[in-house]
């Protein structure tokens, strides 16, 4: 058993992936050729807002993101104490400063009523994270940030395809920014990423910030970065999202069967908010003695993940000794991923059931 399927998916996919690569080898045009325009078009149409515009990474984009706002030293954005590094680490890469809030117990995500308390004179932005497969109240946290003169950066790593309230992950703020990670909902065979926005002068400003701040050949008006999308990785992309809506049903019947296999045991799964509807990036449960558990699982060839072991506030690079996040750190010492794929069978998931109900 597989945490994560990426061969099961690549056997539907056959000669399509196939053909899409051999084109790219075919025309040589490995950076930004045809194949990233084609992918951005269809991802804007398909997210409903005026420009994608994609990058190297989603780390890259969020950091992208956050120069275009020209967020910068002595700026403060606040950001969930639940999530990968990258969240905080855009931040201080551009000098500016990360605050931490709690999150909500049940769903993981960003505590809207934390946000407003958490909010200075020196704040600038708001990055919730859409966590898991589906998106923070997205509208509580733009009401915040109107009230305040704020910027909103979803940090949509794990999300696209989920919505909220009927809009989609990625056009629920002014910027959005997703990740195509291997193993994602949406996952290249490598590093990508993708902003969003309908704003016609920051899609610009987040393009040239990708390409050198480069307008034109040799050209450079603003301090950029290398961060492109390579072509053979939209390819892939292109090839596989005409499985995307597919995939989105299959994981949704995936959770909906952990959700009643689950129900009889004393485990706390995961809570879709109300609004929601998730891509189930994770599958990820909360309970008492976390590690021993894990433990035993892995003993019985059943592979597990953790999501997160440490809040941000205390990882070593971005740590944050003055701020106190008492869901985080219970979360942290409680969640446990089980494997979730698209292509995970009825009996995989009873074989994960019935070793965690033995366990118990």
């Not at 058993?1 to 056959?14: E, H, K, N, P, V």
Request: hydrophobic share 45%.
């Amino acid at each position: 058993m597989q945490s994560i399927d990426l061969a099961a998916q690549q056997a539907r996919l056959g000669t399509r992936l196939e053909n899409a690569i051999q084109t790219v080898l075919a025309h040589g045009r490995f950076v930004l050729g045809p194949e990233v325009e084609t992918l951005e078009h269809r991802l804007a149409a398909r997210v409903g807002v005026a420009h994608c515009i994609s990058c190297a990474s989603g780390t890259d984009a969020l950091q992208i993101a956050l120069m275009a706002l020209d967020i910068g030293p002595g700026d403060e954005v606040i950001v969930p104490g639940f999530s990968f590094i990258a969240t905080a680490e855009s931040v201080m890469l551009t000098g500016a400063t990360p605050v931490y809030v709690d999150i909500e117990p049940h769903t993981c995500l960003i505590d809207p009523s934390a946000i407003e308390a958490a909010v200075t004179p020196r704040t600038r932005a708001i990055m919730p994270v859409s966590l898991f497969g589906q998106c923070a109240d997205m509208q509580a946290i733009e009401a915040i940030s109107e009230r305040h003169g704020l910027v909103v950066i979803e940090d949509g790593a794990q999300s696209f395809g989920a919505a909220r309230n009927g809009r989609v992950s990625g056009a629920l703020s002014r910027i959005a920014c997703t990740s195509f990670f291997p193993s994602k909902p949406l996952g290249a065979y490598g590093d990508g990423g993708a902003l969003f926005t309908d704003d016609d002068d920051l899609a610009e400003t987040l393009r040239l910030i990708g390409r050198h701040g480069e307008a034109r050949r040799y050209h450079h008006v603003r301090l950029g970065m290398t961060s492109r999308l390579d072509t053979l990785q939209a390819a892939i992309l292109l090839a596989k999202l005409e499985l995307f809506d597919e995939e989105i049903i299959l994981r949704r019947t995936v959770a909906e069967r952990y959700d009643r296999l689950l129900a009889p045991l004393a485990i706390e799964c995961p809570m879709l908010l109300e609004g929601n509807t998730s891509v189930h990036a994770q599958y990820s449960i909360q309970l008492s003695e976390r590690d021993r558990i894990q433990a035993r699982l892995s003993e019985t060839g059943i592979p597990t993940m953790i999501h997160y072991l440490v809040p941000l506030n205390r990882q070593p690079a971005v740590a944050d000794t003055s701020c106190s996040l008492p869901v985080c750190e219970t979360v942290c010492e409680r969640i446990l991923s089980l494997p979730m794929h698209p292509y995970l069978q009825d009996a995989q998931q009873r074989q994960v059931v019935k070793a965690l109900e033995k366990i118990l």
